[in-house]
């Protein structure tokens, strides 16, 4: 069992950086691939970044790569999500997640979800 907690919203804006955290509980938290999704109104949740419990591979949506990086510290069991150059179509709320699988993409792949940490890019 993992019980994930986001922390690190907000409001930023447009090319602007903004750090977000995801505690877990749960002594298997390193044998869990960590993923990052985001939902916009009215959409789908869809895929941020994911990467495997030794911090290698990782995997990224083409809409964030070279902007989003994301990180853990399974000694501290956080996970990371560093953003930087934001833009207003990043404004989503941001959910952390954690699956078994090796770097799923699919959410329907992960197995624990935290309850989300809203962010929005606005001037």
């Known amino acids: 069992q993992v019980q994930l907690t986001e922390s690190g919203g907000g409001l930023v804006q447009p090319g602007g950086s903004l750090r977000l955290s995801c505690a877990a509980s749960g002594r298997t938290f390193s044998s869990y691939t960590m993923g990052w999704f985001r939902q916009a109104p009215g959409k789908e949740r869809e895929f941020v970044a994911a990467?495997?419990?030794?911090?290698?591979?990782?995997a990224y949506a083409d809409s964030v790569k070279g902007r989003f990086t994301i990180s853990r510290d399974n000694a501290k069991n956080m996970a990371y999500l560093q953003m930087s150059s934001l833009k207003p179509e990043d404004t989503a709320v941001y959910y952390c997640?954690?699956?078994?699988?090796?770097?799923?993409?699919?959410?329907?792949?992960?197995?624990?979800w935290g309850q989300g940490t809203q962010v929005t890019v606005s001037s």
């Open positions: 997640a954690a699956a078994l699988k090796l770097l799923p993409v699919s959410k329907y792949e992960y197995e624990y």
């Open positions: 990467l495997r419990w030794g911090g290698r591979p990782t």
